[in-house]
């Protein structure tokens, strides 16, 4: 009985073992043809779904299958579903599904499936948003979205380029969109970390932007910051980059020491100037440029248990500016954190901060560009020159910008905090109320210190001068949602209300006569200047949604807003906004089964919304203080009231195709139409009236485009190398339609008018050069007969409409390449057509009017007149002018359309078998480059910089297209590294 008891028990062990041995563990990764990791993808065995699992939140798994024969099936929302036949491991590579339109899409006041979105609404994947080295947010924008036109007018570290949504449809009101961030709007562009943003989403049609009203009116950029998505993550990023900065001086260069000197061996008298300045060449703008230090380090924590989800982020960036005296730095948190207090209430308290430094050494590029390469800022012993005392000094400012550079700064000190309160009530599967409440607090001080010993401060004894900001934004949005399907209809919507208010405070003092060294105002001998202004307005609204979807194939939207603000006067406070929108997915029908087309889609909207002039008091009598009657304060009219001022207002209407081919094409095609009334515009008075102007709505403008893009995976999943390839461009056609009283309006170089684009130049047409005496020559039209002759006298010369800074189109293409574990991204982006008037030329470029300054090498294709060359395309050169070819003309009205490349990158990805020996969850490395290349026929630094770097009026707006010697976008290169624990 013993032995037979023996037998069975190993008989058992057997079993067991041999048990063991038919099962397999299997570890591995998914990703998607874009190599990035895919977390929440559901793996199960195939005919065993017991046996299942979910990638981690770098896309990691580790499951135990039952056999060493068995197959895996992977499944994700957005993907087609994946049979693989296990090994020890694995990294599966899921195909997009072109046709699953389940993907949520994030539209601010709520989400929706993406096959159920009935606007123009465009998202730009995560992956997507990894390719800027910048620290600005609206730079993850660049050439990716159809419409949008993101243009840095700067490259200053730390600034914020502009950006554009379907055209300028406003003369003075903002041409801004509007930021949304995790349901807050945002006063501004939001100071947040790039790398804490989960989603970006921009709505661009009247059926998206209508639920935020006025503040809508130029569009909505939505962004939602990251958060843990499955029960169980806990992952701790950090993301390193380091790198330097270049100045990136375009096709404009100046002369050398023997250029300038033979330049003016041409002039046809005595200057006095002998070959001796050939022993000096110095180069101000090498000097004065540098290789700029980049650091940008993160570290964020994404958690998830039963009743807490968390997101916690730290970021330090640090940039030196390619020029020298300038340097940004900042550091930033996040704080996110969603918990469920019980089945019902779930609180969602969130924490922003921000704290930014900039340092400003108080000098721009002319500075670098006007000094002469004859003269030397050093003397002998290495000592800078203080060039109003120096024995010679040739340059017509007296300017040694360098010897001013070691004695004056600036810095400016920002801290930015927001705080929202936010929690959302469950009472039922179908209703829900949803709490926003937000506070942003904003704090700026500024300093300019200027040595006694510089040469800006000898004629002060030096100055200091201090200027605070503060400003205070709060925000709350109440809100009851509804959703509910029946059968095959499903309802949906909300009603809201939201209230904001604004304050806003600042002060500015000069101080006069100072210690050394002392940035304490209160020290300095006496008050210079001082100035302080103080605003507030305040903002309620009522809001309406409704959505029906019927079987997923037929969805309508309607929405209504009630816009309440104190910027109008008592008659015209509020106005009334909607929008109605339908969509059609055609790929549901019974009668469309292809096999071809993935899916299609069919859009179309209607609605209205209003935008505000940018004064807050547009509608009162004002009147100045700062004058004085008998020693005592007193005041004098200013401002006209206009108690009729009102909203501007656009009708928007939007017609949209999607549609997807053989799982690999997907296209993108949005027609628009937007016509805007009731510009708000300042109209100036006669001196006589006693007032210097007042608001009004003086007329209408039209925007009308098309949108298209497109995308292309070049390969299927199964091949080990994946290509991905997007492209989109957009055509805007700007039309002034009606003006007060049919008349123009002057806006500097600029003038609106009938029938004209709102960007539009006016100005004397330059015709060319005179080839039998080398006179400068322009257009002259007879107003009686409509002759045209040409004319050698400027002021003789017609001024006329010549060009447009609005581009013919706008666009931008990327590509992803991933062979195995290495990876490579370039995005690009393109301006055609666009003009820009290149106002530094009038100095640089002066035919001899400004001989004491610098001047620009000619351009290939440009020459100089002589009597050798009588077929030039400059005018002969005159010692210090006299014949007004460097006065204002479209001679220096330039194209300025660009091809640009935003960004490329080469990277590998360690292999997670690997990674695991050091108990990593993912490790990347790469290098990266911005800016590197730009193909442009303009002259100046960055033709980018050119379209809108300009001047903001009272009486002209906001104006497009004024290039002057602006910072423009450095070359920036960079090593980056990102691990995952």
């Not at 793996?43 to 299958?65: A, H, R, W």
């Not at 500016?321 to 704080?335: D, Q």
């Not at 005392?389 to 905090?417: H, T, V």
């Amino acid at each position: 009985m013993k032995s037979k008891f023996i037998l069975f028990c190993t008989f058992l062990v057997f079993l067991v073992h041999a048990s063991r041995a038919q099962t397999m563990k299997v570890v591995g990764t998914v990703q998607d043809q874009q190599g990035i990791p895919l977390p929440g993808v559901t793996i199960s065995e195939v005919g065993n779904e017991k046996i299942s699992t979910q990638s981690n939140e770098v896309g990691q798994f580790s499951l135990t299958v039952s056999s060493g024969k068995a197959s895996l099936r992977f499944s994700f929302i957005g993907y087609l579903t994946k049979e693989v036949v296990v090994d020890r491991s694995m990294n599966v590579t899921m195909q997009e599904d072109m046709a699953q339109l389940d993907e949520i899409v994030v539209t601010g006041y709520s989400t929706q499936k993406k096959g159920n979105i009935t606007a123009a609404v465009a998202t730009v994947a995560p992956e997507k948003l990894k390719d800027a080295s910048s620290p600005s947010v609206s730079n993850l924008l660049q050439g990716k979205v159809a419409g949008v036109d993101v243009v840095a007018a700067t490259g200053r570290p730390g600034d914020n380029p502009n950006i554009r949504i379907r055209g300028r449809s406003s003369i003075l009101s903002s041409v801004d969109p509007l930021w949304v961030v995790d349901g807050v709007i945002i006063h501004g562009t939001p100071n947040l970390n790039p790398n804490d943003i989960e989603t970006m989403s921009v709505l661009k049609d009247a059926a998206a932007t209508t639920q935020y009203g006025s503040r809508g009116s130029n569009g909505v950029i939505v962004v939602t910051t990251k958060r843990a998505k499955e029960v169980g993550t806990s992952q701790l990023t950090a993301n390193l980059k380091t790198g330097l900065t270049y100045l990136n001086q375009g096709k404009f260069k100046l002369m050398n020491s023997r250029q300038l000197y033979d330049q003016f061996q041409l002039f046809n008298e005595d200057t006095g100037i002998t070959d001796d300045v050939l022993n000096t060449d110095y180069d101000w703008v090498k000097n004065g440029s540098q290789a700029g230090q980049l650091n940008d380090l993160s570290i964020t924590y994404l958690g998830k248990s039963d009743k807490a989800t968390l997101y916690a982020g730290g970021n330090y960036y640090a940039e030196e500016g390619s020029v020298k005296g300038y340097k940004f730095e900042r550091w930033a948190g996040r704080l996110n954190l969603d918990y469920e207090i019980s089945d019902k209430l779930t609180i969602r308290p969130k924490i922003n901060a921000t704290f930014t430094s900039s340092d400003d050494r108080q000098h721009d590029l002319y500075q670098m560009y006007l000094n002469m390469p004859w003269d030397n800022p050093y003397d002998y012993s290495g000592k800078l020159v203080n060039a109003q005392e120096a024995s010679l000094w040739y340059g017509r400012d007296l300017s040694n910008y360098l010897y001013d550079l070691q004695y004056n700064y600036g810095k400016s000190d920002i801290f930015d905090f927001q705080f929202n309160g936010d929690f959302d009530y469950k009472f039922s599967d179908h209703f829900s109320y949803v709490s926003t409440n937000n506070v942003a607090y904003y704090n700026s001080t500024d300093m300019s210190y200027v040595d006694p010993k510089s040469i800006a401060g000898q004629s002060t004894e030096g100055r200091i001068t201090n200027n605070s900001a503060r400003r205070i934004v709060r925000f709350t949005n109440q809100m009851l949602k509804y959703n509910q399907s029946f059968g095959l209809h499903t309802f949906g919507g909300f009603i809201a209300y939201e209230y904001m208010d604004y304050q806003y405070k600042d002060q500015s003092a000069t101080g006069n006569g100072i210690v050394a060294g002392s940035e304490i105002l209160d020290n300095a001998a006496s008050i210079g200047s001082y100035s302080g202004t103080k605003n507030d307005y305040s903002a309620q609204s009522g809001i309406i949604n409704a959505t029906y979807s019927y079987d997923d194939r037929y969805n309508l939207q309607a929405s209504y807003r009630y816009d309440g603000s104190s910027r109008f006067g008592s008659e015209r406070q509020y106005g009334s906004f909607y929008a109605f929108s339908a969509a059609w997915n055609v790929h549901e029908e019974a009668f469309f089964k292809t096999e071809t087309v993935n899916y299609l889609r069919v859009r179309a909207s209607y609605g209205k919304v209003g935008n505000v002039p940018n004064t807050y008091y547009g509608s009162y009598d004002l009147f100045k203080l700062d004058a004085q009657y008998n020693g005592l304060p007193a005041s004098y009219p200013d401002q006209l009231s206009n108690p009729r001022l009102t909203w501007e207002t656009s009708k928007d209407a939007n017609l949209g195709f999607e549609f997807g081919l053989l799982n690999r094409l997907d296209f993108t095609l949005d027609l628009y139409n937007k016509n805007t009334d009731g510009l708000l515009h300042y109209v100036q008075l006669p001196v006589t009236s006693g007032y210097s102007g007042y608001y009004d709505n003086i007329g209408a403008v039209r925007n009308r485009g098309i949108e298209f893009s497109i995308g292309a995976n070049i390969f299927n999943a199964e091949n080990p190398f994946q290509w991905r390839i997007d492209f989109n461009i957009a055509k805007n056609v700007n039309k002034i339609v009606e003006l007060a009283d049919h008349k123009e309006q002057a806006a500097g170089n600029k003038r609106y008018a009938e029938g004209r684009d709102i960007d539009s130049w006016y100005m004397r047409k330059w015709i060319g050069v005179d080839p039998a005496n080398g006179d400068p020559l322009w257009e002259v039209i007879d107003p009686t007969t409509g002759a045209v002759s040409t004319t050698n006298s400027y002021n003789a010369a017609t001024l006329q409409f010549v060009g447009t800074a609005t581009p013919d189109f706008t666009g931008g293409f990327s590509s992803s390449m991933q062979y195995k574990n290495f990876f490579l991204n370039a995005s690009f982006a393109f301006n055609k057509g666009a003009y820009a008037y290149f106002s530094g030329r009038e100095l640089f470029d002066s035919d001899g009017a400004y001989p004491y300054y610098n001047q620009m090498i000619l351009q290939d294709g440009w020459s100089r007149w002589t009597p050798d060359n009588p077929n030039a395309t400059h005018p002969r050169l005159v010692y210090n002018g006299g014949t007004n070819s460097n006065k204002t003309s479209s001679r220096y009205l330039e194209d300025a359309s660009f091809l640009r490349m935003r960004n490329i990158t080469l990277g590998y990805r360690v292999p997670s078998k690997f990674i695991q020996k050091l108990k990593l969850k993912a490790l990347d490395a790469y290098i990266s480059a911005d800016n590197l290349w730009t193909l442009t026929k303009f002259s100046g630094v960055d033709p980018e910089a050119a379209l809108y770097t300009g001047v903001r009026q009272a009486d002209n707006g906001n104006v497009a297209g004024d290039a002057t010697s602006t910072y423009p976008a450095p070359r920036r290169f960079t090593l980056g590294i990102n691990i995952s624990f």
